[in-house]
């Protein structure tokens, strides 16, 4: 077995907004073992919809601050993007609100040199100046907004399309159809390509995909939350739509990255996530201690096992976590290589949903902007 490098020191501080940043994870990639039998593996390729990307993707959410609240080096950041593509990832993860707007410059800056060769997704929805870039109170997926952001992002991420755009969160003042008809005149005018919706409630997405179809989904999902698999799942295959995990390593969580004795320091985002009080640590610990036992059986680090368990769900499943580590890029990376046989897929799943999560994934303030529905078209 290869020699596992340490995991990187635990990060102190998150940044403003609660649609939860991910944290990467760190080391060497471990060579895969050899199976014999059925297994169920991560292909090389995967569709969200119509869309093809690598099998997992990057967030690059952190690359314009990190955390603890430094700022990555710029350079660095693009090594990672240009190193990770030649890892075989092309599929790459933004937002406007992320920085607002320098994660899109840093990621645009990034894969100018392999823009026809890679997938770029970025989400617009929340209520940022467009000149300044300043957030402002709440949402605005206004039609005329949403053209405008648009316009904005193509100069920012330095190409002349969007290939998937989500809406970040759902506006609870703009019709899904009102929406949906303003990404079908972006679609016509080639600016964009797919789209998607995060955090939505399940009547919004359906009206959405009966507008203008859906490619993917993106919300919250690994071992740490297991809300999509109630009814979200269960949709998206029904409509053919991918699903796309943010935070896959539960922010760090199931990496290794805390222990019972973690405190999180003012402003950190998991320091106000009830999962993370200390009297829900130690029980939450549990799924840490599985993903290092499977670790050691397939050869992998806990974080790999992680990944290597959502894309075993579904095939059309495509996690991007994120880093500004190029060491927990190559190991995140590593995560594909990780095969499980039907029956240890089985046995995992089994232990996996008997251990049951104490603790809320966000602060009520923040779990109000998912599940909304929009409101009807009338």
Request: a positive charge.
């Amino acid at each position: 077995m290869q020699e596992q490098m340490p995991r990187r020191t635990f990060v102190k501080t998150a940044g403003v907004l609660a649609t939860a940043p991910m944290l990467g994870a760190a080391g060497a990639s471990a060579p895969a073992p050899e199976f014999v039998g059925s297994t169920v593996a991560a292909p090389a390729r995967r569709r969200l919809g119509t869309l093809e990307v690598s099998s997992i993707g990057i967030g690059v959410q952190n690359m314009s601050r990190r955390y603890e609240t430094t700022v990555p080096s710029r350079p660095e950041m693009h090594r990672i993007i240009r190193a990770a593509f030649d890892r075989g990832v092309t599929f790459f993860d933004a937002a406007e609100a992320y920085g607002p707007h320098e994660v899109e410059r840093i990621l645009g800056e990034g894969v100018a040199p392999l823009r026809n060769r890679i997938t770029i997704a970025t989400k617009f929805g929340w209520n940022i100046d467009q000149e300044t870039g300043r957030r402002l109170p709440g949402l605005n997926s206004k039609p005329a907004h949403v053209k405008r952001v648009v316009d904005g992002m193509l100069t920012r991420l330095r190409t002349d399309r969007i290939d998937l755009l989500y809406q970040h969160r759902v506006d609870p003042e703009v019709p899904i159809e009102d929406v949906a008809g303003a990404i079908g005149e972006l679609k016509a005018q080639g600016k964009v390509l797919h789209w998607g919706l995060c955090e939505m409630g399940l009547s919004t997405l359906r009206r959405a995909h009966a507008t203008q179809p859906v490619s993917a989904v993106q919300s919250e999902y690994s071992m740490l939350w297991r809300g999509p698999e109630e009814q979200v799942l269960a949709v998206c295959e029904e409509l053919g739509i991918g699903f796309v995990p943010w935070s896959p390593l539960g922010v760090g969580f199931l990496s290794g990255a805390i222990d019972e004795a973690t405190r999180f320091a003012q402003g950190d985002i998991r320091g106000i996530e009830s999962r993370f009080a200390p009297e829900n640590l130690p029980h939450n610990l549990q799924l840490v201690a599985l993903c290092r036992r499977w670790g050691q059986r397939k050869q992998a680090a806990p974080a790999q096992i992680a990944l290597a368990w959502l894309m075993a769900q579904k095939p059309w499943i495509v996690p991007i976590p994120g880093t500004t580590q190029m060491a927990h890029m190559v190991e995140n990376t590593g995560a594909s290589d990780v095969r499980f046989t039907e029956s240890e897929l089985a046995e995992l799943n089994a232990v996996v949903r008997a251990i049951e999560v104490r603790g809320q994934r966000l602060p009520d303030a923040v779990l109000a902007f998912s599940g909304v529905e929009a409101p009807l078209k009338r």
